[in-house]
């Protein structure tokens, strides 16, 4: 059966605020974006801000349409025509420190008229909002596809923020009106419906397209570092921004218990607020001779094919990609058990180890324990390829033409 025949050619549109974060929901979107052209689709990056790390990674077949969104006040021009919204959307508009994402509203509108997508796959909770709100403001006939890559309840739990905390309401909102919500793991998915007290009959889980080809080539290519040099200490891992989600503290203690064992090297790629913070702590702790925090890189996938043990010290997240691509470049992995994903993917203890959120002492243990019994590469790899940016693309696809 022929791409054609068994998808229809679509028009796609993607809807980000930008690519100015580091973090997995953008690697995320960009193999989506991969896997529908490699599928035959038309696809449009559509940004509230053409900005980011990841921009120069856009395959030149895909069209980028920059909103220009300047600050979220930009879109007041519409509100009389919101009707029932535009209340709500007023008391958006001026909270404190609005999400300039929500300027895009008029722009994005202007641009479903012109284009009518097919569909159009937004992320994270006020773009998703935004592509509702302009689909309802046009009545376009594009389908929206709305999809959430963190745990709802946890990220509310752990927000300093005023306007975390009231994203539910924002959901609680939109989502129902949004023709599918997708989770990237069940236990989002589980979380986000009892949390928004919504039933689920437009929920559905999707997992990440992570592995492919790309991914391989990447891990594959030489990479010049001093620490993976043959018959140098094991390297740790562990890649991600420097947020309260990702708990490096308790990775850093669980670090220097192990480093007491036996010699040990540390390398964080990513960058974030707590950057100094966990720099001091490091000095604290006095492990900065054996650990290194470089930044954000464009492939950390040369780093996860030589890398002795992937740890990820979350103790919450949506779907961890970089559980993911670990074990698809064969890393053995640890990993906090916390909601939602990591259990899923390791399927308990099967391809991983599995800790308590913020047990120093066990994750130092796990990380020994994994150092002197790893798992055979090819079983991680195999394991690794069931989140395929192929099958990930499929189930998109199929659930355009349900909703279609």
Request: charged fraction near 25%; include cysteine; charge should be positive.
């Amino acid at each position: 059966m022929s791409k054609s025949e068994q998808f229809p050619s679509k028009h796609i549109a993607i809807f980000v605020r930008s690519f100015e974060g580091s973090g997995g929901a953008e690697r995320v979107l960009l193999n989506l974006m991969f896997g529908l052209i490699a599928e035959g689709h038309r696809v449009d990056l559509v940004m509230a801000r053409q900005k980011g790390l990841f921009l120069d990674q856009v395959p030149s077949e895909i069209r980028i349409v920059d909103l220009k969104v300047r600050s979220a006040r930009q879109s007041l021009w519409v509100l009389l025509r919101l009707g029932k919204d535009a209340f709500f959307w007023a008391r958006m508009l001026f909270s404190r420190k609005p999400h300039y994402v929500l300027g895009a509203l008029s722009n994005l509108a202007r641009y479903l008229k012109q284009e009518q997508p097919d569909a159009v796959i937004s992320a994270h909770d006020y773009p998703n909002a935004v592509a509702v709100m302009a689909r309802d403001l046009t009545r376009a006939r594009s389908r929206i596809i709305c999809t959430v890559h963190n745990t709802l309840s946890h990220e509310m739990a752990h927000a300093t923020k005023r306007k975390i905390k009231a994203q539910a309401v924002v959901d609680r909102r939109f989502y129902p009106r949004a023709d599918a919500v997708v989770t990237v793991s069940h236990g989002a998915e589980e979380d986000l419906v009892k949390t928004l007290g919504l039933p689920d009959k437009n929920f559905t889980t999707i997992y990440n397209p992570v592995v492919s080809e790309h991914l391989e080539k990447q891990a594959a290519e030489p990479l010049n570092h001093s620490w993976f040099r043959d018959g140098g200490p094991p390297v740790l891992l562990a890649v991600g921004g420097f947020k309260v989600a990702k708990d490096h503290e308790t990775l850093l203690k669980a670090f220097a218990l192990v480093r007491a064992e036996r010699p040990v090297r540390l390398l964080l790629l990513g960058e974030g607020k707590l950057r100094e913070e966990l720099s001091r702590l490091a000095e604290d702790l006095g492990i900065t001779e054996d650990l290194q925090m470089p930044g954000f890189v464009d492939n950390p996938y040369q780093y996860m094919a030589r890398a002795s043990l992937f740890v990820l010290s979350s103790v919450f997240e949506g779907l961890p990609t970089v559980i993911i691509e670990a074990l698809a470049c064969g890393c053995p992995v640890v990993s906090t058990d916390c909601p939602s994903g990591p259990k899923e993917i390791l399927e308990n203890d099967r391809y991983g180890t599995l800790v308590p959120m913020g047990d120093v002492p066990a994750m130092a243990g796990a990380i020994l324990q994994s150092l002197d019994s790893a798992q055979e590469k090819s079983v991680l790899i195999s394991r690794g390829k069931d989140f395929s940016v192929k099958s990930a693309t499929k189930k998109y696809l199929a659930l355009i033409d349900r909703l279609a």
